[in-house]
C-alpha cells in the first residue's frame, strides 16, 4: 500500500534529500513537511499519515515533545528519528516512548531506506543495532548506557541541559517549557550535580568528549 509520509526537520535540504529518495525507492502516495514543531503540531491535528520521520532538534521545540500526541491521537503511525541526537542517550528514551526505529544522519541512503521498511513492516530499527549486524556481532544485554554520564538524567533534565546547550538561560528555557525560572533552576542545579560540572562550559566539554551533538 503506497504510504503517506511526514518529514519534520528544521533543515530544508533534510526535508528535501529524504523526499526525493522516498519518494524514488518506495511506493509513496503523498509526503509533507513540517520544519518546526509548531509546524509539525498544526500537521498532526488535522491529518495522520502512517509514517512521521522525525527530527529531535526542531528549532522551537524538542521532538521528544511530541510522542504524548502521538500515543494519544495516532497510536497507529510509525515514528522514525532521524538525528544527530546521540543514539546511546536518546534511543532507549525514543523507543519506550513508542518509537519505531532511531537512526542517524550520517547513515547511508541504504539504511535509511532499510531503516523505514522495517519500522514499516512493524518491527523495530536501531542503527546500533545494525551497525553490529554487519560487523558480525551482538550487544552485551546489559550496557546501554555504560559509560554514558546522561543515562541517569530525567527526560525533563536532559532537554534543560539540551537548552542550555544550545545557548538558552533559565529564563529562555522557563519560556520554552512552560515552567517556572525557578523550577528550571533546580533542574539545572540536579543535572550539573549528576554531571559533576558547574558551568555551561564544562557542561559543553563534556557533552563533546562523549559525542552529543546538536544539529
Not at 503506497?2 to 526535508?15: M, Q
Not at 497510536?75 to 519505531?100: C, D, F, H, K
Not at 533542574?187 to 562550559?201: E, P, Q
Request: aromatic fraction near 6%.
Amino acid at each position: 500500500m503506497p504510504l503517506n509520509i511526514l518529514i519534520a526537520d528544521d533543515h530544508v535540504i533534510i526535508r528535501r534529500g529524504l523526499r526525493n529518495l522516498l519518494q524514488h525507492h518506495l511506493r509513496v502516495r503523498s509526503i509533507e513537511e513540517a520544519g518546526s514543531l509548531a509546524e509539525l503540531q498544526r500537521y498532526l491535528r488535522d491529518s495522520s499519515p502512517d509514517l512521521l520521520v522525525l527530527d529531535l532538534q526542531l528549532g522551537d521545540g524538542h521532538g521528544l515533545d511530541v510522542f504524548e500526541d502521538v500515543r494519544r491521537d495516532h497510536p497507529q503511525m510509525r515514528v522514525l528519528v532521524y538525528t544527530m541526537s546521540p543514539e546511546n542517550i536518546y534511543a532507549p528514551r525514543v523507543m519506550a516512548m513508542g518509537g519505531a526505529g532511531f537512526l542517524s544522519k550520517q547513515a547511508s541512503e541504504e539504511e535509511v531506506l532499510t531503516a523505514v521498511r522495517r519500522v514499516m513492516q512493524g518491527k523495530e530499527y536501531r542503527s546500533h543495532e545494525h551497525e553490529l549486524k554487519r560487523m558480525g556481532t551482538s550487544a552485551p544485554a546489559s550496557t546501554e548506557g555504560a559509560g554514558d554520564p546522561f543515562a541517569g538524567l530525567s527526560d525533563r533534565e536532559l532537554r534543560v541541559m539540551n537548552e542550555l546547550l544550545n545557548g538558552a538561560t533559565v529564563k529562555d528555557i522557563a519560556e520554552r517549557l512552560d515552567l517556572r525560572p525557578t523550577t528550571v533552576a533546580t533542574y539545572k542545579a540536579r543535572l550539573f550535580d549528576k554531571l559533576g560540572v558547574s558551568n555551561v562550559l564544562d557542561l559543553q566539554r563534556i557533552a563533546t568528549l562523549h559525542g552529543y551533538f546538536l544539529s
